[in-house]
């Protein structure tokens, strides 16, 4: 490996001690005899300073340099209360390890707010932005923390198909796929495979996946390749040991990402705090009356809560401390949800997570009951015998189980304080992009 | 949650201790007045003997009960050496918590050899199979641990698209997409995506994700989705630095595995050691002597190994105590290997990892001068133009870099030792099968 330490690592109480990093030209700044050169590489920027008196030949390479030129600089580490961090490197070599030959056509070292459309046609260049580079840091450091979680917990990560002859809902929403002489379809879920594996003695799962939706949206909250969080477990006593996964491994996750990602936090300007008092979980008919009586707001769908919902409860919680909450129990909900209990006609087991405003999740225990489940497809005008290959698993002993599956993208749009879903991805994918 | 220990937590040690455990009736041995019933649960197997004499209540419940019926069964274990593990449970309760309706259709508790075609049809009973259900707790170890390896050395988890306008490589092997109202390809690899990311700063980084292949092989070592675990990184000196980091991440996977797996690799029969030595780097001449020198093979394609000389070779040097070999430097290969160095005319900074006489990784240092890079494009054919997304990248300055992609489906092969890469994953898919 090129000789390099990270940036990152580099601190005022290095001082008088020597050091060689590399990285991308970030900043150029001439002050007539004086240089200064912002070097940027994947963990910080650190100001090199080139003074044309004490070295002169590296005065005249470092003249020469371009934005985005890639260099290599060994010198001496300074403290400096004038620098950014407090801390500077005085240089006596300099390498140009690899030139720029375009100028960048976006701003990288300034914060000028550009067209987010813009932006994601030049990714390659707006990945350069510490603003944006700090948005994917922050979501390696959270998957990492989430994974390690349910490794920890004793959950095995699985791997499910992505192809398949039908959905896991079905519908027009699907994209089709020229498989060979057949068609097939890109998954929306891995629901119905975890609940197979699940009934098959895997018994505590998770996987990080891709799922499709072939919706035309046009919102700030949905793509049509999704990354998802999907989690499985079986031995539930009901849907608050489901709940009870998702609010843990979430609040490790969050409280990973303060202690450990918080440089990236500081660069996106997202405050962030660990939800540590227990996430309130309220009914869906709760979360109904808190919209009528405090903000007079009524949702369209009586079986839903609709954005303008979400937000407002989101902000009702937060106010109380509470930036997550579980909404819990939705009528006419999906066959594999179990619904008939006490006598319900709602999915009393149904429950969604809202963060900060935002549905993150939707989740629930399942229907282990092979009579009930077929049952309840017909009831939905689902053809049981469709589902063969699902069903065939709840043919023999099933333990009770539930889960959930958590929307990436989302989490990470909330948790680094973007607009839009679109920021949190580092090549979206909707109807009108497909490149790059 | 319903109470359970674990079952791989209990061992003699707790002799004359109570405790609940939780899982599917895997076998059932009436000896009259004696039942053995043997529990199942995601970690393991227990015996339960229920004793007319001793619990006539639950004596008889346990005489209702049927393969793969879920219980839950509390009382005193016991320390014996007749035993499997050297102890069993003496119960007191016994709650079926599950009944399976239907007799499993393939052999559950038994070592019957079933056709593989039947086994991934009937995938949700196959996996309640002990040797079935260890791949894929290995595999999750595995995983698990080289996920740790990359976050531990300080690699960002990135996450890129699976649908795009084309194929990295293009060709006829794409899986074509009904994108709305465009033509979409199935990613065949992130290959251009690593680039333009570590081009772009993100400089040491790593995917798992799916590829797809729409070959139609009929071997048993390829499928149409294939699991990858995607490497790139910046500031190498040259393609030694991507075997070093190959290297390392592939043996520390393999120490986990044979620390922390070592029950799924003897329910396997799998005898695995973790390759303490310095993998051999041969060069692609030297693999065609050896192969003509030691077994008079010459493989009819001039530019490559052939399987059944990566066999031999494989045979060659686990003799000398190596199961994993670099074969470094191919002829003809894709414009993004660097290719012109020392006025070569072979790729000699690619290379293939050879592990048990399987390919499981191709790699190298890349190209990362755009003038050569573009140069080798139209020397092989490949329009520069239908490229603009990824050559973008490199117009502005690029670290020297490289990278490799590991086939994961293959590496759980060979760690647990199947015939067939098939066996290696939950739910395959080749040109015959998208179900289940």
Request: charged share 30%; proline share 5%.
């Amino acid at each position: 490996m090129l000789e390099r330490t990270y940036i990152e690592d580099v601190t005022p109480d290095d001082d008088g001690e020597d050091t060689t990093i590399a990285g991308h030209v970030h900043e150029l700044r001439d002050l007539g005899g004086i240089l200064f050169v912002i070097v940027r590489d994947a963990t910080g920027r650190l100001q090199v300073v080139a003074k044309e008196d004490d070295t002169p030949d590296l005065f005249e390479t470092a003249e020469g340099l371009s934005s985005e030129d890639v260099v290599q600089v060994t010198g001496t580490l300074e403290a400096s209360d004038q620098a950014p961090g407090g801390v500077e490197l005085a240089p006596t070599e300099l390498t140009v390890v690899s030139e720029a030959t375009d100028v960048p056509s976006i701003e990288i070292s300034k914060d000028v707010d550009a067209d987010l459309s813009t932006r994601l046609d030049e990714r390659h260049l707006d990945v350069r932005k510490p603003s944006t580079k700090a948005v994917f840091s922050l979501r390696s450091k959270a998957m990492g923390a989430m994974t390690d979680w349910f490794y920890d917990n004793r959950f095995e990560e699985v791997d499910t198909p992505e192809l398949s002859t039908a959905g896991a809902e079905g519908g027009a929403d699907l994209f089709p796929v020229v498989y060979y002489d057949k068609e097939a379809y890109l998954s929306q879920s891995p629901q119905l495979y975890k609940q197979i594996l699940v009934a098959s003695g895997v018994d505590r799962l998770f996987e990080v996946g891709h799922a499709f939706r072939a919706e035309d949206f046009g919102t700030s909250r949905h793509v049509s390749e999704i990354a998802m969080f999907d989690v499985e477990l079986g031995y539930v006593e009901d849907h608050h040991d489901v709940m009870d996964v998702q609010e843990e491994s979430l609040r490790h996750t969050i409280r990973h990402v303060v202690e450990h990602a918080q440089r990236e936090l500081d660069e996106l300007g997202s405050d962030l705090s660990v939800p540590e008092a227990d996430f309130p979980r309220i009914t869906f008919e709760e979360a109904r009356e808190i919209l009528a009586d405090e903000y007079d707001h009524v949702p369209e769908d009586d079986n839903d809560l609709d954005t303008k919902g979400e937000r407002l409860l989101g902000e009702y919680f937060e106010e109380q401390g509470h930036p997550a909450v579980f909404v819990v129990g939705y009528p006419d909900e999906k066959f594999y949800y179990r619904q008939d209990v006490d006598g319900d006609d709602v999915a009393s087991r149904k429950f969604d997570l809202l963060y900060r405003g935002q549905e993150l999740s939707s989740g629930g225990q399942r229907e282990h009951d092979i009579e009930r489940l077929t049952a309840k497809m017909r009831e939905q005008g689902v053809e049981p015998e469709n589902f063969e290959f699902y069903l065939d698993a709840f043919r023999y002993g099933v333990p009770p189980h539930g889960g959930y599956g958590l929307g990436i993208d989302r989490l990470i749009q909330q948790l680094a304080g973007l607009d839009n879903i679109k920021e949190a991805i580092l090549f979206p994918r909707d109807p009108d992009r497909l490149e790059p």
